[in-house]
């Protein structure tokens, strides 16, 4: 498994892995070319892949390019990769990114359907105010 | 009293990793932890780095070791050159916790281990199954070991003779902190007995347990400190 910064290349397996998952994660349409448009400079894009799988787990930090001050995170895990600690791994290091840029609180919006990810971002210190979810970090 | 935790790790970012880490990163008693990664493909040092930043260790006190490129064959003789490696970052410790990353103890592990005194203090590894639905850095507070059998009979052994999975164990077992020869898994290390000069000397753990007593020191394990390997942390990777 290999942490990196989405490139170009990673792009189309990233489109086809997000295809593919539960549509509880859409802060994007899922194509090549929505992604191209949602990555700015300045936020952040993390994908990780295997040899095998292509793009597996996806994380992003975005809102500084538009100048918010408290990013919004997001993370996407490959339906065939779960249960292995990915998504948590992948907050924890966004939340290490968003803390050496400077962060004090990461926010994310959680689907109200989806149980799986309250939970998960309650256990990690989010509480929800409003539409979204905070954390400080 | 001052504890230096050493662990392994390799190709572990979809292993967990996060529990794993942050279960050893808070576990009262230790001061410092130094981590070994074998050099692999993956993103393991990256999360560590992270998740000890998420812990609120400072470089110093949780530093990572990447292994050299070029690596002995034998599976032993490596892990012993990168044991011996860790076990070289000893500085003023008290003690040294050798725990393998991939398994829980109690939060009071180091406690535990403390109030036996002599220079190696094993615990009790257990092979859990089915024991825990929920993993998390809260795990340990709650190991039902009932049913779990003893899993390190390469590690633990007496007079030349390995321990067995089930009981009676070992003609030597006692339900009760007992001396054996060695111990592995976990086990906490009086760190004088280091800065003399032992090692694992191409033999894991046990040649660590043999390279102490023959310098004198005394091996127990305290069969009341839970040691476990929880089965539904194995996952595979693919690469």
Same mark, same amino acid.
């Given at each position: 498994?290999?942490?990196? !910064?989405?490139?170009?290349?990673? &792009?189309?397996?990233?489109?086809?892995?997000? =295809? /593919?998952?539960?549509? *509880?994660?859409?802060?994007?349409?899922?194509?090549?070319?929505?992604?191209?448009?949602?990555?700015?400079?300045?936020?952040?894009?993390?994908?990780?892949?295997?040899?095998?799988?292509?793009?597996?787990?996806?994380?992003?930090?975005?809102?500084?390019?538009?100048?918010? !001050?408290?990013?919004?995170?997001? &993370?996407?895990?490959?339906?065939?990769?779960? =249960? /292995?600690?990915?998504? *948590?791994?992948?907050?924890?290091?966004?939340?290490?990114?968003?803390?050496?840029?400077?962060?004090?609180?990461?926010?994310?919006?959680?689907?109200?359907?989806?149980?799986?990810?309250?939970?998960?971002?309650?256990?990690?210190?989010?509480?929800?105010?409003?539409?979204?979810?905070?954390?400080?970090? | 009293?001052?504890?230096?935790?050493?662990?392994?790790?390799?190709?572990?970012?979809?292993?967990?990793?996060?529990?794993?880490?942050?279960?050893?990163?808070?576990?009262?008693?230790?001061?410092?932890?130094?981590?070994?990664?074998?050099?692999?493909?993956?993103?393991?040092?990256?999360?560590?780095?992270?998740?000890?930043?998420?812990?609120?260790?400072?470089?110093?006190?949780?530093?990572?070791?990447?292994?050299?490129?070029?690596?002995?064959?034998?599976?032993?003789?490596?892990?012993?050159?990168?044991?011996?490696?860790?076990?070289?970052?000893?500085?003023?410790?008290?003690?040294?916790?050798?725990?393998?990353?991939?398994?829980?103890?109690?939060?009071?592990?180091?406690?535990?281990?403390?109030?036996?005194?002599?220079?190696?203090?094993?615990?009790?590894?257990?092979?859990?199954?089915?024991?825990?639905?929920?993993?998390?850095?809260?795990?340990?507070?709650?190991?039902?070991?009932?049913?779990?059998?003893?899993?390190?009979?390469?590690?633990?052994?007496?007079?030349?003779?390995?321990?067995?999975?089930?009981?009676?164990?070992?003609?030597?077992?006692?339900?009760?902190?007992?001396?054996?020869?060695?111990?592995?898994?976990?086990?906490?290390?009086?760190?004088?007995?280091?800065?003399?000069?032992?090692?694992?000397?191409?033999?894991?753990?046990?040649?660590?347990?043999?390279?102490?007593?023959?310098?004198?020191?005394?091996?127990?394990?305290?069969?009341?400190?839970?040691?476990?390997?929880?089965?539904?942390?194995?996952?595979?990777?693919?690469?």
């Amino acid at each position: 498994m290999r942490l990196t !910064r989405l490139d170009d290349a990673l &792009v189309t397996p990233l489109a086809e892995m997000l =295809r /593919g998952i539960e549509p *509880t994660f859409r802060p994007f349409d899922f194509t090549p070319e929505a992604i191209r448009m949602a990555v700015k400079e300045g936020d952040e894009h993390w994908v990780i892949t295997t040899q095998r799988s292509g793009v597996v787990t996806y994380g992003m930090l975005r809102g500084w390019a538009e100048g918010y !001050r408290v990013p919004a995170l997001g &993370v996407a895990v490959d339906d065939q990769q779960r =249960r /292995g600690g990915l998504a *948590t791994a992948m907050v924890l290091f966004l939340h290490y990114r968003a803390r050496e840029r400077g962060c004090t609180h990461v926010m994310l919006h959680v689907d109200d359907e989806n149980a799986g990810a309250q939970s998960l971002y309650r256990a990690m210190g989010y509480r929800q105010e409003q539409d979204k979810w905070v954390c400080t970090l | 009293m001052k504890v230096l935790c050493l662990s392994m790790w390799f190709n572990d970012a979809g292993k967990h990793i996060a529990d794993r880490a942050v279960h050893l990163l808070t576990k009262p008693g230790i001061t410092r932890w130094v981590w070994s990664i074998r050099p692999g493909r993956d993103c393991t040092p990256q999360f560590l780095v992270a998740l000890a930043d998420y812990a609120g260790k400072t470089a110093d006190q949780a530093s990572v070791y990447v292994e050299p490129e070029e690596q002995p064959a034998d599976r032993i003789e490596r892990l012993s050159r990168a044991g011996d490696a860790l076990l070289s970052t000893v500085e003023d410790e008290d003690y040294v916790l050798w725990h393998e990353s991939d398994l829980f103890t109690p939060d009071d592990l180091v406690e535990r281990l403390a109030a036996i005194d002599a220079a190696v203090v094993g615990g009790w590894p257990l092979l859990s199954h089915d024991q825990t639905k929920s993993l998390g850095i809260r795990t340990q507070k709650r190991m039902y070991l009932e049913g779990a059998i003893f899993y390190d009979t390469w590690g633990y052994r007496k007079d030349g003779t390995r321990f067995k999975n089930n009981p009676p164990y070992h003609e030597c077992y006692r339900e009760e902190p007992f001396p054996l020869d060695t111990v592995g898994s976990v086990a906490l290390i009086k760190a004088d007995y280091i800065r003399r000069g032992a090692r694992m000397n191409g033999g894991g753990m046990v040649g660590l347990c043999d390279s102490i007593r023959q310098m004198g020191g005394e091996v127990w394990c305290d069969p009341r400190v839970p040691v476990v390997q929880p089965t539904e942390l194995w996952t595979m990777n693919d690469d």
